[in-house]
Each structure stands twice: as structure tokens, then as C-alpha cells.
């Protein structure tokens, strides 16, 4: 079985600031790994996924993600915040070979809110 | 906008009722993902369906119960609800069966319990 856990449930941050936000996975079979954001009243929007290759990921809105094998972790990057970044981010992973009987269902973290202050 | 739709938007409804949910995946996707979404479990995977059938389940509860028709739309059916199945559902849907292909969530059901 596999568990996502984000190590911050909250974040502040002044516009413009690099943010980083946490992830660390812990599963027995090879996983791939996704970050979504989701804004106020909407529902979850793909930021970006690692599936093989290159460890550093970028993805959209100027985000990047590094997937570290060794240290199980898919941190969440972006070198300067703005304003409308302000919503909660979620890492996930799934399994790469369908064991188990799951069929490439999504295991989220429980989300990380970021706040990002003028 | 993801195209995937979900209808109701908000459902209030009393204890011990049913309520169904409804959700059309996007065009040319054979998978539907139903998850539940609570402040004290944070999202969950409830059940999933390939072109009409049922091939993963997670945390569903009994009196839950879903189905893929032909057309593809899916439907979630929540029954002698109580009050903490308050929650958004949300739904979502991919290409194929594969932990590759994105999932493209729906807006959410936001279901309140009373």
C-alpha cells in the first residue's frame, strides 16, 4: 500500500518569494507521482508528474518538482510566488504496475495550502 | 475547464435519504475515478470503471454504489446517509487504465448532510 504524506499544512509567503512545499511517498512497488493544485471552489487542475527520466520536473505556472528516489520525496518548487498561486496543493502517486488490483487510482497527501501575502 | 461535468453543483438533503450524482467524462475517456474529499480524511479514492466496468475500489462504503453506463456517464449512489458524508465528490477521468495517463477532475458534487 502506498501513503502520501505533505509535511506542511500551511504556508505563508510573501509575494515574489521561492516557496517550496514538501512531499514524501512511501510505497512497496514502483509509483508515479503528480502534484495538483486546486483553487477556491473549483476542483484539482494537473500541475505537473513525474512518470520516468529526468528527476527535475516542470510543469505549468512555473512550477518544477524534484523526484529523489532515495529520500522517497517529490518536493514542489516555484522561484517566485505570485498573488493568484494562493490555493491548495496535493502530491499524489500511483501505481506504475497496477498491483493490488488498482487500476492507476490517484493516493493523495493531505493537501498544503499556500497563502501568498502582498 | 477540465470537460469533465458533474451535476448537482450542491445537494442538501436530510439523514436517511438516497442521492445520486452524475458525472460525464470527458470526450474519448474510458475511465471514470469517483473520490471523496472531507476536512478530516482529506481525498479519498472510492471506486473506479473501464468502459462499464468496475475495476478498482478503495475506501467505499457499502451504502455506496456506482455504475458506468454505455454512454460512458457514471453515476454515484449514496444511500442512508448520515452526517458524515458531507463532503465534495469529485469525479475524474482518463484515457485508459494506466497510472500514466492524467486524470482531468470535474468541479465537484458538494453534498451537505443535515
Known amino acids: 500500500a502506498q501513503s502520501v504524506t505533505q509535511l506542511d499544512s500551511q504556508v505563508p509567503v510573501f509575494e515574489e518569494a521561492p516557496v517550496e512545499l514538501r512531499c514524501n511517498y512511501s510505497?512497496?512497488?514502483?509509483?508515479?507521482l503528480f502534484w495538483y493544485v486546486q483553487y477556491p471552489n473549483q476542483g484539482l487542475q494537473l500541475l505537473l508528474k513525474?512518470?520516468?527520466?529526468?528527476?527535475l520536473v516542470k510543469g505549468i505556472n512555473g512550477f518544477e518538482a524534484e523526484f529523489n528516489k532515495s529520500q522517497t520525496s517529490f518536493h514542489l518548487r516555484k522561484p517566485s510566488v505570485h498573488i493568484s498561486d494562493t490555493a491548495e496543493y496535493f502530491c499524489a502517486v500511483s501505481d506504475r504496475e497496477n498491483y493490488g488490483g488498482s487500476q492507476g487510482n490517484l493516493i493523495f497527501g493531505k493537501g498544503t495550502k499556500l497563502s501568498v501575502k502582498p | 475547464d477540465s470537460g469533465v461535468t458533474q451535476t448537482p453543483k450542491h445537494l442538501i438533503t436530510a439523514t436517511g435519504q438516497r442521492v445520486t450524482l452524475r458525472c460525464s467524462p470527458r470526450s474519448g475517456d474510458l475511465s471514470v475515478y469517483w473520490y471523496q474529499q472531507s476536512l478530516d480524511q482529506g481525498l479519498q479514492f472510492l471506486i473506479q470503471?473501464?468502459?462499464?466496468?468496475?475495476?478498482a475500489k478503495g475506501n467505499i462504503l457499502e451504502r455506496f454504489s456506482a455504475q458506468q453506463f454505455p454512454d460512458l456517464h457514471s453515476e454515484l449512489n449514496l444511500s442512508s446517509l448520515e452526517l458524515g458524508d458531507s463532503a465534495l465528490y469529485f469525479c475524474?477521468?482518463?484515457?485508459?487504465?494506466?497510472?500514466?495517463?492524467?486524470?482531468?477532475f470535474g468541479p465537484g458534487t458538494r453534498l451537505t448532510v443535515l
Open positions: 470503471y473501464y468502459n462499464g466496468e468496475e475495476r
Open positions: 513525474y512518470l520516468s527520466g529526468s528527476t
Open positions: 475524474a477521468s482518463s484515457l485508459g487504465l494506466a497510472g500514466a495517463h492524467e486524470q482531468f
Open positions: 510505497s512497496s512497488v514502483s509509483v508515479y
